[in-house]
């Protein structure tokens, strides 16, 4: 693959962000070619700033234009799996934003799908990135801060709109810390299971403060030992 081709599913906070990335060459090798967004206020917007791409009302459409070799599925979490495997079977490679999805069903069905399908498949945790988490990671895995036996894990500048969580489940909602929980995850390098994990969740509407935490405990501290 020379040039990867990208469509983006989803132009919503998320896809715009990706979208003006992409047009602007931050990627290299990667081209913007299409857009797909099935609310007609949001395909209006992105007409006006990407006047040379072709915009789409639904992902179906997108995947049989032929336009891109690669799609970006940034839309709500519950139809991630659904969009994903149904990519592949347009014979697309896919980038989908974190979460995987909200049922781990969904999620066993969509990864085994990429597994045959022999295409790229990968999940956006872009917070594992950020120098701030690589970090955190590089201290504890050199030893210095010895073996890792308790976490506490606060999140209090994610804004959300109440619309964010009037739209959503609670299932939904908790989605949110176990997205903080991969980041989490990826630095401290869990082995084994967790014994416990509390979640303090605000709504708003319910609490006047904005709190997602965690606290975890795994089986057996992580010891690192330098090489």
Not at 30 to 55: F, G, H, N, W
């Amino acid at each position: 693959m020379n040039e990867v081709k990208l469509g983006i599913i989803g132009f919503g906070n998320m896809g715009t962000t990706h979208a003006q990335n992409v047009k602007q060459g931050k990627v290299k090798g990667m081209k913007l070619s299409a857009i797909c967004d099935i609310s007609e206020q949001r395909r209006e917007a992105a007409k006006k700033v990407y006047t040379d791409i072709p915009i789409f009302e639904t992902a179906e459409e997108l995947y049989k234009s032929g336009v891109c070799n690669a799609v970006l599925i940034a839309v709500p979490h519950y139809d991630h799996p659904t969009l994903t495997i149904r990519a592949f079977d347009y014979g697309l490679n896919v980038i989908v934003e974190k979460p995987a999805g909200v049922y781990t069903k969904q999620v066993k069905e969509m990864n085994e799908v990429a597994k045959k399908s022999g295409r790229l498949f990968g999940i956006m945790y872009n917070q594992r990135t950020r120098p701030v988490y690589q970090k955190l990671r590089e201290m504890i895995q050199c030893g210095d801060l010895g073996g890792i036996k308790r976490i506490t894990w606060i999140i209090t500048d994610w804004y959300r709109p109440q619309a964010y969580h009037d739209e959503r489940s609670h299932d939904d909602t908790k989605v949110v810390v176990v997205c903080n929980f991969t980041s989490d995850n990826a630095a401290f390098g869990y082995k084994g299971d967790c014994i416990g994990m509390m979640m303090c969740l605000s709504n708003y509407s319910d609490s006047p403060d904005l709190s997602e935490s965690m606290t975890l405990r795994p089986y057996e501290a992580v010891v690192y030992k330098h090489n």
